[in-house]
Structures are given as structure tokens and as C-alpha cells.
């Protein structure tokens, strides 16, 4: 399981959602990011550049 | 304490022959919601008046051998993220422990205007994700089989309702597993449809790309009489298929017989550690349907772990966006497992989640490939029976790949069956997939399954 995210980067994310944290929740949350780092380096690098999302608008 | 007779379409039979009144129907739910709510916490509010309003017109029409159909009577819930025209809809959350809609959820008037009658709202984690939590305006619903155990999430009312048999049939949503994952743990049927076949509009949101709406039962056979009655076109909800909607009861009975069954084994052999009982189960699953006349084979996808990472970065990234004007302003007044879920969620980027997008379109496509000479998947519908309530881990989803989320990726039709008991006696479920928008040839598996088995002779309570 990879380590959890970088601190400064968890910090600087927190407050961009606009989110204060007590130290127990900060502590909880920082822990699980390692699911996050796990799940994003799953998925880069994507195999082929041209692949749309899944997302993509059709009028 | 009144017993319900067992299932929905066989109640529905006996009300056809004026055997049985709605209204005692109606009172028979009602009583035994109120004996078995203190331990379950089923319901997190009943609707005494409006049920027995419902139930006396039905009764009414029964009498008048003018009955809508086999819906007309019935004693449903309704999970409480479904929007109820003057009675609280809260998602289980203080946050909206006031709301009370001025309209009814899409699914609640279609099944209102089939004749069924509404017993109450069902618990729910914290607006369909955050559970089981201890610290909201309601206790977390707990497992008739078992209840110092977990039900699965996040249909949890509407498992333990059903498993309970105070109504026949209550509403779910699915975005990861929330229909299929108490309909397991409860020994339940339980369809996440195709994802646009059944409105989602009143539904209060969770990830707007893989929300699906649907039915949890007793019966596969509930099921699709459950189904039949909220799927179709919605002009009002963007995801709705414009397209008739299937017919889900004409081949219920035509049984297996040619179809071509592909075991993912992987997903719930290699992939994640699951129990002996759910292997077993799932074999089982292969054998009866095999027996039937199905011709079943091992079929290969990806690995698990690319439908996890890419599911639930989605899944939390479109649930941050819900919330976040709530959980900028009110973070301390969610429970604890849902704002440290939604927080985790904000640490997700944009570029993040369009690769998940990326990955989706791309699993989309082996997917269809790989079920290019099948007609149906079947694997485990979850890892193990349920576990203690007080042990579930604040981010058990996250924690190991789920065998759900894959097929609400692909937004594939998914069924969970009951196929049999495990350790403590606890109820496992196997999944059936079709492809999209063949959810009767799901229901049709499903129903074959159970006629050729037993398992549907044992209750809960």
C-alpha cells in the first residue's frame, strides 16, 4: 500500500475545499489518502493517448 | 405478532382472490414494524395514515374487481433519500432532518399509481454513503438474520424491511453497490437495473454518473413485478433512456436453457479474499444454471482493481461536488464516517477524475468485448457474510476491491441472489450480469436459480 499523500499537498487541498480539520480528523483523513495515491497511480499512465472519457457530450 | 405471507407475487395472487384484505395487510406491516423496529431500526419513519389511506383504496378496487395489478396492496418503504410529497425526506443525515418535499420522487408516484402501499422511510447510510454510523439523528439499521450484524449498505432499511418481512419490496439506489450489497447480506433479491432504465428525478444524488434506482424483494420474481413498475422514460431526468421500456415478466419463466454464462473466477478467486461460503455459493450459482441448460465457461476481465480505482475515484469526486456547499458551511453536523469520506473526497483533482473517465470508457470497452460470445457474468456479489455492525471499517470500501462497483462502471444490469448460508448461519449472494438494457434476461436467470433451489424456504424472523 503506497504512504499517504505528500503533507503539504494534503494541507494545500484541504484548504482549497475550504474544509478545517481538528487534529484527530486531519490525522484520520491523511491516513486514508494512501487508498487515494493507490487508486490515482492505478490508472496514469493511460495506454492510449487518444482515449475519451467516458463523460463525453453527445448533442 | 402478524406474520406476512412469504413474497410479493404470491401476496399479490392471494388479493387477486380476494383472500387476503389490503387493509389487514396494511395493519399486519404496521404491527410488526412496530414490534421489530426497536431492534432493527429498519425504518427511520412510519407512515401509519398514509398506509392505511393507500391500503383501503386498494381494498376498495379489490372489492370492485377493479385491482390495478399486482403491485395494488402491497406494503412497501421507501429508502429515505426517495423524495416523499409532505412527509421528511432526510438521507439519514441532520442535515436535512427538516426537509419535507413538496413532490414525490418519479418511483414513488409510479409505484403509488401501481397500488402500493407505503409502510414508511427506510434507514439509509448518511445520504447513501456514510455507514454505519452511530452518531446520527437515527440508529444504522441492523441484519434480521443476525442483529448484532451489518446489513450492507447503502439500502440498509430497505434490506433489513424486506429480510424482516414487514413489507414485501421497498426501494434501493445503487452507485457502488447499495441495492446488490444488502440484497447479499440480507439473503435478498436485489437488481440494480441498467444504469437510465428507472428515473432517478427526486432521488436525492449521490455520483450523478452511476446512480441507479431499483428494487430490493424476497424473489427474483418480486423483483421484476417491482421493476416493471419504475422503469421507463423520464423527460425530467437527464440519464433516462428514451427507449420503451423491456418487457421484464413475458420470458421470466423461459428459463436458462442455451444461454451462455461466462464465471468471472478471478474477481472473487484471485482478485480479493472472499469466504469459502461465497465461493461456494457462486459454484453453486454456475451448477443449477448449468443443470437448467446453460452453457457456462471462465471468462476474463480485468483486473478487479482497475474497476475499483476508477469507480471510486468517480464515485468521490461526483459526491464531493454534491456536497460541497454543505460541506463547506455545516462539516461538523454529518456524521463522522461520511465527512471524513466527503474530505477524503475533496483531495481528488479534476485531472484525476477524468482519467478515472478514461479508464471507464476503456474497461466499458473489454467488458463488451469479452462478453462478445456470452450473454450473461456471474460472480460473488460480496467478499464475506456480514460482519459484526460495530466492526465495519470508517473506509471498508476503499480498504479492498468491491465485487459491485464493476457494473455500475458499465452501467451493465446486476442481480444478487441469495445462494445460500455461511458461518453463523448468515445469508451470501452471487451477482448476474446482462448486458445493457437486458435486464429481463437477468431477472429470467434469476428466477430460474431460484425455482431450481431452496433457499427462499428459510426466513430471517
Known amino acids: ?55 463525453v457530450f453527445r448533442p | 405478532m402478524t406474520e406476512l405471507p412469504l413474497g410479493l407475487a404470491a401476496t399479490a395472487r392471494l388479493i387477486a ?20 423496529n426497536p431492534v432493527l431500526h429498519a425504518f427511520i419513519r412510519l407512515t401509519p395514515e398514509l398506509a392505511r389511506e393507500q391500503a383501503r383504496a386498494a381494498e376498495a378496487r ?9 403491485l395494488d396492496g402491497i406494503p412497501i418503504g421507501h429508502k429515505d433519500i426517495y423524495e416523499t410529497a409532505g412527509i421528511p425526506t432526510t438521507g439519514h443525515s441532520r442535515i436535512l432532518e427538516n426537509h419535507v418535499p413538496d413532490r414525490d420522487a418519479t418511483v414513488v408516484r409510479a409505484w403509488a399509481e401501481a397500488g402500493t402501499v407505503t409502510i414508511g422511510k427506510t434507514a439509509t447510510h448518511e445520504f447513501a454513503w456514510g455507514g454505519p454510523s452511530f452518531d446520527l439523528p437515527w440508529p444504522p439499521a441492523r441484519n434480521p438474520w443476525d442483529p ?41 433479491a436485489g437488481i440494480k437495473p441498467t444504469y437510465g432504465l428507472c428515473s432517478r428525478t427526486g432521488v436525492l444524488p449521490l455520483a450523478h454518473s452511476l446512480d441507479t434506482t431499483g428494487p430490493i424483494a424476497w424473489t427474483v420474481e418480486d423483483c421484476a413485478l417491482l421493476l416493471r413498475a419504475m422503469a421507463g422514460h423520464d423527460p425530467a431526468d437527464p440519464s433516462s433512456a428514451d427507449r420503451p421500456a423491456p418487457d421484464l415478466l413475458g ?51 480485468p483486473p478487479l482493481a482497475d474497476f475499483h480505482a476508477a469507480g471510486w ?31 477524503l473526497a475533496a483531495l481528488v483533482t479534476a485531472a484525476d477524475y477524468l482519467q478515472a473517465q478514461r479508464r471507464r470508457r476503456w474497461l466499458c470497452q473489454q467488458v463488451k468485448a469479452a462478453m462478445a460470445d456470452l450473454d450473461l ?85
Open chain 2, 251 to 301: 420470458g421470466l419463466e423461459g428459463g436458462v436453457k442455451g444461454l451462455r454464462i461466462g464465471i468471472i473466477r478471478h474477481f472473487h478467486e484471485q482478485d480479493i479474499t472472499t469466504s469459502p461460503a461465497v465461493r461456494a455459493g457462486v459454484d453453486h450459482l454456475a451448477d443449477v444454471l448449468r443443470q437448467e441448460g446453460a452453457v457456462v465457461s471462465e471468462v476474463t476481465l
Open chain 2, 377 to 461: 457474468l456471474v460472480t460473488a456479489a460480496q467478499a464475506t457474510e456480514a460482519p459484526p455492525i460495530d466492526q465495519v471499517p470508517k473506509f471498508a470500501s476503499l480498504e479492498q476491491p468491491g465485487l459491485t462497483i464493476p457494473f455500475n462502471l458499465t452501467g451493465q444490469p446486476a442481480l444478487t441472489v441469495c445462494t445460500g448460508f455461511g458461518a453463523g448461519g448468515m445469508p451470501v449472494g452471487a451477482q448476474i450480469i446482462g448486458k445493457p438494457f437486458e435486464d429481463a434476461m437477468v431477472l429470467r436467470a434469476g428466477h430460474a436459480f431460484e425455482r431450481a433451489t431452496n433457499w427462499r424456504a428459510r426466513r430471517a424472523m
Open chain 2, 62 to 70: 379489490q372489492m370492485q374487481g377493479a385491482l390495478k395489478g399486482p
Open chain 1, 1 to 55: 500500500m503506497p504512504e499517504p499523500m505528500p503533507e503539504k499537498l494534503f494541507d494545500a487541498l484541504i484548504a482549497h475545499a475550504g474544509l478545517v480539520l481538528t487534529p484527530a480528523q486531519r490525522a484520520s483523513i491523511l491516513n486514508a489518502s494512501r487508498h487515494l495515491t493507490a487508486a490515482t497511480e492505478r490508472l496514469r499512465p493511460q495506454d492510449q493517448v487518444a482515449l475519451e472519457p467516458a463523460t
Open chain 2, 148 to 188: 448484532s450484524r451489518f446489513t450492507g449498505g447503502s439500502s440498509t432499511g430497505a434490506g433489513a424491511s424486506v429480510a424482516a418481512g414487514i413489507v414485501l419490496g421497498a426501494t434501493g439506489s445503487d452507485t457502488g453497490g447499495s441495492i446488490r450489497g444488502p440484497a447479499g447480506l440480507c439473503g435478498l
Open chain 2, 313 to 343: 475515484l468517480i464515485l468521490m469526486s461526483e459526491a464531493h461536488a454534491v456536497h460541497e456547499p454543505w460541506l463547506r458551511a455545516r462539516f461538523n453536523e454529518y456524521g463522522e464516517i461520511l465527512r471524513e469520506r466527503l474530505a
Open chain 2, 17 to 36: 382472490a380476494r383472500q387476503i384484505s389490503p387493509v389487514e395487510l396494511a395493519e399486519s406491516a404496521l404491527t410488526r414494524a412496530a414490534a421489530l
